[in-house]
């Protein structure tokens, strides 16, 4: 904040002292009344000049050719002698505006000012609450016209594709896809993005235009990670667990083993060998109750965020470190059955381990894509740090929207 005022009123000093300097010093200017009439028109052809180099109306050759014009001109027009006036130096009006000036900008900002600004935390708290859904789609429609006057604009078009996935108009998305796969018919992601977009268009089923859309992009880049994981989970849903193992493991290769995404993809992987008989030379999910994690509670839902709920939705619930790292429980449901009890006594641990003093945050995420891994779009919540061994229930609201 400190730092902020001294900025402010260095500024304030340099505006004001650009503003006396004129009025302090004995000048001598040249009458523009005795200005030939060629003199004004070929100015006034330079400034319209400017203005259409600005607007982007022509190009840098043309611009500096016309300007050359213009000067050659300019100077054959100058050959009268100018007139020149003196100016004296108007010092009451110096002071007036000194005084002035600063005090004016002070009590300006003080009734319209935004005090909050002097807390940069203020501010960004501030801006954060002041972003409506109303705002957001006007920023997403003006996205929408800037790429409409603009159909070659790709990153305009990418941008478009996700905001609209992000505000679940998966039909309008669906066509930015298809744009631009005819614009870049060899980006694997644009392909893997297009079969999201056309599965959660008919209630997040990948059969159909997704899979050929699935198989499109793995053609292109067998190693493209989005295609690969909605290709296990088409797999997944046809029963064909050896097949969603297999893609599966191809994206654990990739990714770190220990990052949240990277034991998310291990959880996908053994719950397919769990459904398929399937089991692993080594287990990464030790197939066992926690003894120590014990908690219980109840998920709700805020009333604000009830209709923003699918009838596909996942809901997992999951224990992590206080301290920080990737979960060591989870819990999965259908959204739909929300409230829900939950019970980490008989749940699955991941990797790792926690002690009964060790503290420990549960969360609770619907999922909109059916994967653990947090996505815009998606809604969550978060108890306190609690103890592993808690017997207290709990009561963790979902509260929130992921950005």
């Known amino acids: ?73 300019a100077l054959e027009e100058s050959t009268a ?50 972003v409506t859904p109303a705002q957001i789609e006007g920023m997403v429609a003006k996205l929408a016209a800037r790429v409409k006057a603009n159909p070659d604009d790709i990153q305009g078009l990418q941008m478009l594709g996700r905001s609209y996935m992000v505000l679940n108009r998966f039909d309008e998305a669906v066509k930015v896809f298809a744009k631009l796969a005819e614009k870049q018919p060899q980006n694997a992601q644009v392909f893997a993005d297009w079969a999201d977009a056309a599965a959660s268009a008919q209630d997040r089923k990948l059969a159909g235009d997704p899979e ?25 849903d046809h029963k064909d667990y050896k097949k969603a193992i297999a893609q599966w493991q191809l994206i654990a290769a990739n990714v770190p083993a220990q990052s949240e995404f990277g034991q998310s993809v291990r959880a996908m992987i053994d719950e397919a060998r769990r459904r398929g008989g399937l089991l692993p030379a080594e287990k990464t999910i030790v197939e066992q109750a926690a003894a120590s994690l014990t908690l219980k509670g109840r998920v709700t839902i805020a009333s604000a965020l009830k209709t923003q709920v699918g009838k596909d939705d996942s809901l ?7 301290a920080g790292g990737p979960p060591v429980a989870g819990i999965r449901f259908k959204a739909s059955e929300l409230p829900v009890d939950f019970d980490f ?41 609690v103890l592993a061994a808690n017997g207290k229930p709990l009561q963790i609201e979902i509260s929130e929207q992921v950005k």
Not at 212 to 232: C, E, F, M, T, V
Not at 316 to 322: K, L, N, Q, V
């Open 316 to 322: 997992f619930i999951f224990a992590r470190p206080a």
């Open 345 to 385: 006594s008989k749940a699955q641990m991941m990797m790792g381990s926690v002690g009964p003093q060790d503290k420990v945050i549960i969360g609770a995420r619907v999922s909109k894509s059916g994967n653990p891994i947090a996505a815009s779009g998606d809604l969550q919540g978060f108890s306190q740090p």
């Open 1 to 73: 904040m400190i730092a902020f005022l001294i900025a402010a009123a260095i500024l304030a000093l340099l505006a004001t002292a650009t503003l006396l300097w004129p009025l302090m010093r004995r000048t001598a200017t040249a009458d523009s009344a005795l200005e030939s009439p060629a003199l004004k028109i070929l100015r006034e052809q330079r400034n319209d000049l400017e203005a259409e180099r600005a607007a982007g109306n022509i190009s840098e050759a043309s611009y500096v050719q016309t300007v050359g014009e213009i000067e050659r001109r």
């Open 212 to 236: 050929k859309l699935i198989a499109r992009a793995l053609a292109i880049d067998p190693q493209n990670i989005k295609a690969l994981a909605l290709s296990g989970s088409l797999a997944f």
């Open 81 to 130: 002698p100018e007139a020149f006036t003196t100016t004296k130096p108007r010092l009451g009006w110096a002071v007036a505006i000194g005084v002035a000036l600063p005090a004016a900008a002070i009590a300006i900002y003080l009734s319209i000012g935004n005090l909050a600004g002097l807390d940069p935390a203020k501010l960004v708290a501030q801006q954060e609450q002041q």
